[in-house]
């Protein structure tokens, strides 16, 4: 009997595979195979006999599963954005977020975005490589150092090491490799030769699959159609194998892709390559020091641990008001102005050649231009600082642009508990009156936006109590601020 090779034995994500011997069923040298894949002890990829509970293996044909993996290798290693701008907390919900953006466009327009989100899950599914075979979908989707892995039963789905996932699937498409290396049939034959060469449009395409920009795009934002040139001005070494760690320059042209126009591109890569390396040594051990997020909470979760950790670690008492300017200064982060006509808020960098340091937004369309906006901007920066450095954001940041969706719901969650903790927020409505004399005490208390403050209040235990009434006055007293800033205020 063939042996089962088992891939992945001691991750969180593990695959089972035994070839069969030909037959008269399997006449064909094609890579029949029995195979079933889990990730954390939840089955994915299995078969359910109606006399057996338990999860059996699938069988069937490796050939082409190893065909599609070679061609979309390139994708998976650095494909990060979704090529439309939405940011969806994992694929599951894609659709849902785009169904949203085509209300009001156009229907050929519709039907131009509905083909790449088509031809992007056709690189990010892999339960699309089998032909003839259904099975759930199994989506690998990089998020810098992560990979985020989604199936319908995992939920929201799985962030694993990205180094991790390259390891198995390399060693499965060699496992695959190996047992059709001497067959003759077409498909097999081409499948091999496939992924042999399964790298050479990565080294010939580096730059348009990291940054999400087409050729074009690319001229126009470094000025040069050469591409040894385009390479020197995302300051990269000419070769480019293996694979290199995209960088601050490169991760700040991708996440703002989609909202800035070529011009505004460069002058804000531009700015970051004025922004020199700077050694934040006390950033770094506060870093090191902080939490590891539990992967089973929501991201709102891990932001509230982080902000409580971080105040105790500071000794800054709750009832006392967070400044994370001066936070920043005092770990040694630059926080320069920029003013850029978009509606991105800052871009963070913290690469290899530039920073630890935030470039904050002062144009009328950021939330950073005010100076509540600009604490709260700053706040989000720090939750970044401590634990997306080297986890989904190794590099860079833009609030505002393409960034991964959990690592940003975390971001805001922690810079609103950072800068009021909700049980200050429920401690002020108890003793206070009236709901708006305890919003307008906070609000004066804690330095921070009504939007902040409306959140906190909801966010806090006592928000499920308050009465219609007081939640229809909230609501009302966070617009005033609104209103009052567009009429000129």
Known sequence: MAETIRLGANSSLHMEIRFLPLDKSRPERLG???????VQETPVWYAQDANDPEP??????????????????????????YPIPIMPEHPGRMMAEAQRRWEDQAQHLVESEEELLFDF?????????????????LWLLREG????????????????????????????GDVICDELATSQEARAVQAV??????????????LQLVTGLDGEELEQLTGSAD?????????????????????????????????????????????????????????????ERAPAPSSQSEAHEQGYQLALWLREALDLKHEEPAFPEQLLQQWGV??????????????????????????????????????????????????????????????????????????????????????????????????????IEAANRLETQFLISREVVYHQ?????????????????LETWKMEILAWARAGG
């Open 121 to 137: 899950r056709h690189r990010h599914d892999l339960s699309l490589l089998f032909r003839g075979l259904f099975l759930p979908p």
């Open 457 to 473: 209040i909801n966010n806090s235990d006592i928000g499920a109590s308050l009465t219609h009434p007081e939640r229809k006055r």
């Open 193 to 206: 030769d496939r992924w042999h060469r399964r790298c050479q449009a990565l080294n010939k395409s580096y």
């Open 32 to 38: 029949w195979a029995e195979f079933q894949l889990a």
């Open 334 to 435: 630059p926080v320069k102005d920029i003013e850029i006509d978009a509606g991105l808020d800052a871009v963070a960098v913290w690469g290899v050649r530039h920073g630890p340091a935030v470039l904050i937004n002062t144009s009328e369309s950021s939330r950073a231009s005010t100076q509540n906006g600009r604490r709260t901007t700053l706040a989000h920066e720090i939750c970044h600082l401590l634990i997306d450095r080297s986890r989904s954001l190794p590099a860079a940041e833009v609030l505002g642009g393409q960034a991964p969706r959990f690592a940003e719901k975390r971001a805001n969650a922690f810079a609103a508990e950072w800068l009021l903790p909700r049980s200050q927020a429920a401690q002020a409505c108890r003793a206070a009156n009236d709901i």
């Open 227 to 287: 591409r040894e040139r385009q390479t020197e001005y995302f300051e990269l070494e000419k070769q480019l194998e293996p694979v290199p760690q995209a960088n601050e320059l490169l991760l700040a042209a991708r996440m703002s892709a989609n909202y800035l126009p070529p011009t505004e591109q460069r002058r804000l890569l531009g700015e970051i390559k004025l922004i020199p390396s700077v050694a934040t040594p006390q950033l770094d051990n506060c870093a």
């Open 145 to 172: 150092n992560d990979t985020l892995v989604w199936s319908p039963d995992l939920g929201r789905g799985v962030r694993l090491p990205m180094d991790c996932i390259c390891q198995l699937f390399t060693r499965l």
């Open 56 to 81: 059996g293996p699938v069988t069937w044909t490796m050939v082409d599963f190893l065909d599609g993996l070679a061609r979309i290798w390139p994708w998976l290693l650095v494909e990060e954005s």
